[in-house]
């Protein structure tokens, strides 16, 4: 298919295994060898939690908002403060809340909001409490304790704890530390433990919860923020001239279709602007059509149930953006546009199955996780976050070999000691130093941390990405830098007695012997060693599921 630009491509400098493999060896050091040269850059890379070979995929499926429709950050999210601001004061909140403007510093995704105590807490996957925030004060050990025991909360109280894990969450999040923030410091309000008083009037976290949630639907349902999007889509929509060469590719290789929760004047407006590219996808072509590039396009999904039971499935006139009275139940008509129905439409219309289908899009719950659990379908995250992820991660690279080596010189000072020994050292300035390290680590992403770990712990985000998750990246553009016959190899994951034990090194000196081992090893045969070849076949599918 040929490169994507001379500026973007990146896939042919990557060296021949037969022809550079010294280059590719650590110098002075013939026992190791730097994977990491063979490596995409950063940028362009797809990263891998479940092995997956591209040529088994029969079917892309999109979602729109923060997938194919990229919203400027923060532009798009000040936006969506001040109209939820807005709205708040109108249904009687303080005016001074106007005064506040959003912070793109403060909040990240999958904080979880206490609605009993107003708190923002980032926890792991088991509950464990990792940073809390009241307002904008972040709460020291000793005074999380008093109000979590054993700094955990139960998750599954779904009643009291809800997840804000969608990028369309940050204002939400800001919107409570903002609201907590003003209660504390007005003087007409006394705090009390769940929430303020004032006179006869109480405003428990509770209530301030459901308004900030109405709020939130108010902002998205009555079409105002759609309005003003639409108004100004060159400074709140990025627009990505190699999205139409990623999605004519895709075509070329299997069906694609969207299923987004939007609704059609809007996707219809969004995906105009997305693929308003002069002249098209090659000098002298013409302009097509965002239809054209989708074999199937579905809005008002209203997921994560479209995932389930799903709606009614109606049909959309595409001029006035209306629904068709009565349910939809015919083949599969190219160019015509359906509200409603449910993944398993998507398949029985496109004649796909399960893991046929790879699903792209950014909402881990919404997207991702019903995806998966209900229709086995493989999936790949967005996650935008990644980029600021590994500009810090590879920027201070230092912090983390400073806290990997605290680890050793605390191992060390035990190394000799055993159940006989009564010597205690002195580990008081270590313990310091690695709260030190973390807490700068953590205010190179912003105030609330990284979106993904908390020193060496991950967050409740990162675990369910992992779980979830076969493929991820910054961007699905990303994949414009594999071919369509790539298979994505996940990296081995090793136990602590895997990681931490180390093994006899093997001797890669001789390289020439070595790739002639696996080249014959992999060379087609008539017949010798079927059952073995199988066993082998079989055992990669297993590993690609």
Known sequence: MGSVTGEYSDHNNLLSPHENHSSFRNAGDCHHIDYRLLKRDYHHRVFVNRSLALEKIKCFGFDMDYTLAVYRSPEYEELAFQLMVNHLVSIGYPQELLLYTYDPTFPTRGLVFDTLLGNLLKVDSNGNILVCAHGFSFLKGSEILEQYSNKFIQRDDTERFYILNTLFNLTETYLYACLVDFFINCSEYSRCQAGFKSGDLFMSFRNMFQDVRDTMDFVHNSGILKKKTLGNLEKYVLRDPRLPLLLSRMKEAGKVFLATNSDYPYTDAIMNFLFDLPPGLKPGTSHH?????????????RKPFFFGEGTVIRQVDNESGKLRIGAYTGPLQHGVVY?????????????????????????????????????????FLVVPELARELQVWTEKSALFEELYNLDIFLAELYKHLDSSSNERPDITSVRKRIKVVTHEMDMCYGKMGSLLRCGSRQTLFASQLIRYADLYAVSCINLLYYPFSYLFRAPPV????????????????????????????IQPTNGTHQGSCNSSDESIEEEEK
Not at 290 to 300: A, M, N, T
Not at 342 to 362: A, F, N, Q
Not at 495 to 506: G, Y
């Open 289 to 301: 059509s965002w239809h054209s590039y989708f074999d199937l396009i579905v809005v008002d999904t």
């Open 339 to 379: 509200s409603g129905g449910s993944s398993d439409m998507i398949c029985d219309l496109l004649g796909v199955k399960g893991k046929e289908i790879l699903y792209i899009g950014d909402h881990i719950f919404g997207d991702i996780l019903k995806s998966k659990k209900r229709q086995g379908w493989r999936t």
């Open 494 to 521: 090793l136990m602590p007695h895997e990681s931490t034990v180390e093994q006899i090194p093997l001797d890669f000196c001789d390289m020439d012997v070595f790739l002639e081992k696996q080249q014959n090893h």
